[in-house]
């Protein structure tokens, strides 16, 4: 069983530029979501992706977009860079099985930053 | 807003100690309540998934417990060892089987030798 894989690792960026991460999810999981996670902080929800459609989305602005593709696996773009952007990027799947225990696994992390 | 808090921000502990460490949410109507670990710049590894008709969670060292009513959780770590040094991080599920985790800053821990 392959686990979440994320590329690229890190990614330095210039401010007002975009830019796409890369998620693939563990083996047989449909539901991808992305997380934004800045130093000393907790992950924040940015969006998720069930089935190849948005299915919720946190308070990012819409510069930040993405796609699930077939296969499951995810893209996150950002446009128009900001410095507060800089961040590490986290990428989890899931499965909907059940609705109590849909335990969600974790990517290594793109780690952004933008100079 | 739902909110959710992890106290202490940091522990540090003699290797061998048991300890506890916290997290409270605002909103009891959660579906589930994760405990992750995080090295430095490295991504989440789940550690317990506690549902939210359970009690408690056990997995080896590892004791998670969930109380609802109160809007708490603790993991409990047996024995520590210099290898659990991490930062442990809560995170609640308020939306079921899509639903998007809501986390907490983390407690950083670190077992000293």
């Known amino acids: 069983e392959t686990g979440v894989t994320q590329s690229p690792t890190h990614l330095i960026k210039t401010r007002g530029q975009q830019v796409t991460l890369r998620c693939s999810s563990q083996?047989?999981?449909?539901?991808v979501s992305w997380y934004q996670q800045a130093l000393g902080q907790g992950p924040q929800f940015i969006f998720q992706y069930y089935r190849e459609e948005e299915n919720g989305r946190g308070n990012f602005p819409p510069r930040f977009s993405g796609l699930q593709f077939p296969n499951y696996s995810s893209e996150l773009n950002v446009n128009a860079l900001e410095l507060d952007d800089s961040a590490l990027y986290l990428c989890?799947?899931?499965?909907?099985?059940?609705?109590?225990?849909?335990?969600?696994?974790f990517g290594p992390g793109t780690r952004l930053t933008v100079l | 807003k739902q909110e959710v808090t992890q106290i202490p921000a940091a522990l540090s502990v003699p290797e061998g100690e048991n300890l506890v460490l916290n997290c409270s949410f605002t909103d009891s109507a959660i579906y589930n309540l994760q405990w992750f670990r995080q090295d430095p710049g490295k991504g989440l590894t789940s550690l317990l998934l506690i549902q939210s008709s359970q009690r408690e969670q056990t997995s080896g060292r590892l004791n998670a417990s969930l109380d609802k009513s109160s809007g708490r959780s603790t993991l409990y770590i047996a024995a520590s060892q210099p290898g659990d040094s991490a930062t442990y991080l809560c995170?609640?599920?308020?939306?079921?089987?899509?639903?998007?985790?809501?986390f907490g800053k983390g407690t950083k821990l670190s077992v000293k030798p």
């Open positions: 995170a609640v599920n308020y939306g079921g089987s899509q639903g998007n985790l809501i």
């Open positions: 083996s047989g999981h449909n539901t």
């Open positions: 989890a799947s899931s499965l909907e099985f059940d609705e109590y225990d849909n335990e969600q696994f």
